[in-house]
């Protein structure tokens, strides 16, 4: 089934930004940008996969949830613009020479910031495994689905192995 695939990507993407913040937590704030890179790199894929192959098909069929493709681009344009905020915040965290006590506090209203991504992850991620990918494995035929789900696990399998390899 595609949940299983897209669950897999999105706890993959999980790992990569838990590994950026334990980093930042430390204080290690090249470590950390490393990281955010890693999870920009497979989510800008991930995104991509949804935006090529399951929208198009989601746009398609009759939808049985309230959510329309637009919807999901819509997130998409918000994780993107979110993401691009935390990226230039901890760029210029990087740069700053604080004491330890600024430096905490920077670090925790950077959480703080990364909190509100997260929380739009979660509830995008939700209405993609509790509505697109059920109405798209009921509605699609299977060699339909045997060809997406191969082709995105393809491409995910490239993304991640070249995230790996610069781990």
Known sequence: MLVEIIQKQHSDLHELFARHQEALLQGLFDVAGTWLEHFHVCQTAHIQLEENYLLPEFA???????????????????????????????????????????KRRNIIALLDKEKTLKGLLEHHEEREEEGMLIDLNEQLEENQLKELKLDINLTWAEVIASVKETA
Do not use: P, V
């Open 60 to 102: 398609k069929i009759e939808r049985r949830t309230k959510w329309d493709a637009s919807l999901y681009q819509k997130e998409h344009e918000k994780i993107t613009q979110l993401f691009g905020n935390i990226t230039q915040d901890l760029e210029w965290l990087a740069e700053q020479e604080l004491d330890e006590s600024q």
